[in-house]
């Protein structure tokens, strides 16, 4: 498997407006226990403004995304896999997943190109920039080091699945 890899409409018509429903009423319940990226390391967290998490536990979704991922990166299962809420200004810096054998990053919102939100990575001396375009999943593995571009100000939040995988 390659170290970064791209697959666009990952999810079934289906399972994206089922799991864009779910990430919408999770956003806006007191029900679930959400949390934010304060408790990161500050190598991960930087000066970023607050990321709102919310783990997934719902096995149905998890069995969904694992399903995927047995498709596209089959040599991998679901360590952990949360909402994440992105705020305005929200980033993540240059980093290497140290602790996880690779992830996968899902995004369930639309965004305009000057939105902000890019993922980025290094290629050798390279850095490639991916814009955040709904249904698409980024998977990356092997330690590559790796960010986000903040979003700018005035931004709708941004959606995504953040999953943490381990080779099985």
Partial sequence: MMEVAVFENFLSYDDLFDIKQ?????????EYIKSTNAGWTKAVRGNSFPVICCKI???KL?????????????EYKIKS????????FSYIPWHDDAGHDAAMTIYLSDHDENDGGYFMYKKQE??????????????????????????NSRSPIRKTIQIFLQKK
């Fill in 62 to 74: 998890l069995e969904v995304i694992q399903k995927r991922i047995d498709e596209t990166a089959g």
């Fill in 81 to 88: 896999a949360s909402f994440f809420y992105w705020t305005e």
């Fill in 22 to 30: 779910l990430s919408a009423e999770i956003y806006c319940s007191p």
């Fill in 126 to 151: 390279e850095i490639i920039a991916i814009p955040p375009v709904m249904n698409r999943a980024i998977f990356q593995a092997e330690g590559v080091s790796h960010s986000t571009t903040a979003l």
């Fill in 57 to 59: 536990e719902d096995e």
